[in-house]
């Protein structure tokens, strides 16, 4: 799977996690009730906004769900993954959620580290500013969340060995949505900036197909 979906995926939204899953934060609840399954501005098809050529790209379709493109191989076919995704809306902010189960079917995710009992599950969260064609994605700042919990300015554990970093931030609903709204907890800089795509799903497949075989020649 390419790093953009992966980074997608886990931060989505962001962005937040690198292929082998060695840096990451989750938290144990969603951020507060009001959570949507739509937001009508990520509908249609979208690629990486500075890799004209890229293979990496998702679809939002009529009914709001969120579909990975993915290319196991240059030149083969694609394989489309369905992940459920819900987003939060707070205090002129926009954020997206992803339950860590909902993405087991694409990456291999291990159980939350340092936690005992490990929870059934945990989500991941990553801010998004999204305008008519253009889809910026802010991934959580592990370092920062982690030193936070050292200082114990939030709840939760760190878990930090050789070239790997596992955060989880522990609490209930509004406690994460408290968090959003004033732990300071994004990077400053997107991770991922996505552009609208001016073609159907089967357009982009085909000629990024036929682009890389004619490459090869």
Request: charged share 25%.
């Amino acid at each position: 799977m390419s790093s953009i979906a992966y980074g997608l995926g886990m931060g989505l939204l962001a962005a937040c996690c690198a292929l082998a899953g060695c840096t990451e934060t989750r938290f144990q609840a969603p951020p507060g009730d009001n959570i949507e399954t739509c937001d009508v501005r990520w509908k249609g098809l979208w690629g990486p906004r500075d890799e004209a050529d890229s293979a990496s790209a998702f679809y939002v379709d009529d009914e709001c769900q969120f579909i990975f493109l993915d290319q196991p191989e240059k030149g083969g076919p694609f394989k489309q993954f369905h992940i459920p995704v819900n987003f939060v809306h707070a205090d002129g902010n926009d954020y997206i959620v992803v339950a860590d189960t909902a993405l087991r079917g694409l990456v291999k995710i291990k159980p939350v580290y340092g936690v005992d009992p490990v929870p059934e599950k945990a989500f991941y969260f990553a801010r998004y500013h999204a305008d008519r064609d253009h889809l910026d994605l802010y991934p959580v700042d592990n370092e920062r969340v982690a030193k936070q919990i050292i200082d114990r300015k939030l709840d939760g554990t760190v878990s930090k060995v050789p070239n790997e970093l596992h955060v989880f931030v522990s609490g209930d609903r509004a406690y994460m949505l408290e968090i959003l709204r004033h732990g300071a907890i994004f990077a400053d800089k997107p991770d991922i900036r996505m552009t609208r795509l001016q073609q159907s799903v089967d357009d982009f497949e085909r000629t990024t197909i036929q682009s890389q075989q004619n490459g090869r020649k």
